[in-house]
């Protein structure tokens, strides 16, 4: 099939390389000229496993303009898969989700299936639809239908190809074929057809969902603190019960990345304006924004200022796997460590120069978390980078001043710091000295 992809972010990109792999002519259309060279090059604009090499292995079919009008002309599918910002008052901004839509219109050809793979406002697509139908240049057939990702960063790849689950939200048979065909690729992926409204509803529903399962157990973890149980065990006994499941139960410093802390807001708003609290989801923000400051309040226990101290932040980016840094921990804490007159030592392995661009004063910004470490009065764990989990009691003491590790991921096991002569705090656990 030809099909047309809308934005270049990570939704857009992946699928759009996904559907080339298993065959289909894709062209990725972005507005960014500077973008489209680098992926001309071979290159991905996004630190994603695997991308690149799929990028090469499908350039025979895989294409990059800035050129939408040409790419939509004659694609049997258009994917909008731009960003979906939250605006100041937690909605959704759909600006670019419209813009895409009247270019698709003003192009289209021939008969087609416009899919929004945006994270969109439930009603969204009815809305899509009409404005194509409205802005259409020539008499084709055209559907808009709504098949929502569930792609995670750091996995995105693997999450597409083998995915959970296909949902295809449309509202005839018609289109349905068209997807069905479309996704005829990827064997073994369970399809579920719905209508377009419960398919934008399932994909806010899933985010919220876990959001709020973070929120809960970072809350049952407070409380463990608080009664000396001890978190790790907690979640453990809790997984068993397959009700339950074992998944998304990590208890630490909130949430943070493209998709959770915006669909929860954007869903609360949503209810609001239809007059209806979702008062669960309104908990899990309200815990997640609490929850990030988590390790600073431990920290002040320790120092009630932080002027002229020396803290070692190991770790930037929302969770390991990603450059990306919306909604990271770090852009709260490193920002108030710095305003208090700590000197930060930062390290992270590939979020670093991103978070130099933003915070400069203050920081120093280190090659190894064992560099970040030296001299350091304090250390604070933010992402549980692979690096940071093969640090040892004895790297923290021999390297810092004072020996106060504050971990906001449990990256160790408790027991190895006992009688090492580190403080050692995470979350949900006893403190070991
Ligand atoms: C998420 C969803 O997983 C994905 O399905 C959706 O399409 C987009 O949002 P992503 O934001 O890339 O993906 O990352 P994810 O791995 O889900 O982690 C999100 C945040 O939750 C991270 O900050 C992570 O550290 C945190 N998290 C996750 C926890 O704190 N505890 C957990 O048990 C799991």
Redesign the pocket.
Known sequence: MNIAVAGTGYVGLVSGVCLAQIGHRVTCVDIDPAKVELMRSGKSPIFEESLEQLMAENKERLFFTTDGAQAYRDADVVIIGVGTPEKKDGSANLAYVFQAAKEIAHAIERDCVVVVKSTVPIGTNDKVEALIRAELKHPVWVEVASNP??????TAVRDTLHANRIVLGVESERAEQVLRRMYQGFEDVPVLVTNRRSAEMIKYA??DF?ALK?SY?NEIANLCELVGADIMDVTLGMGYDERIGNK???A?I???????PKDTKALHWLSNYLDYELKTVKAAIEVNDQQKLKLLKKARKHYPGFEGLTVAVLGLA??PGTDDLREAPSLHVVPTLVEDGANVHAWDPVAQERFQDIQDDGVTYFSSPIEALKGADLCMILTEWPEVIALTPEDFKTHMKTAIVLDGRNCYDLKQFMGTGVTYESIGRARME
């Open positions: 990702e569930f792609l995670a960063q750091g899933s985010n876990l973070i157990i998304f139960l990590r630490g909130g949430y943070g990345g493209s998709c959770f929302f969770k």
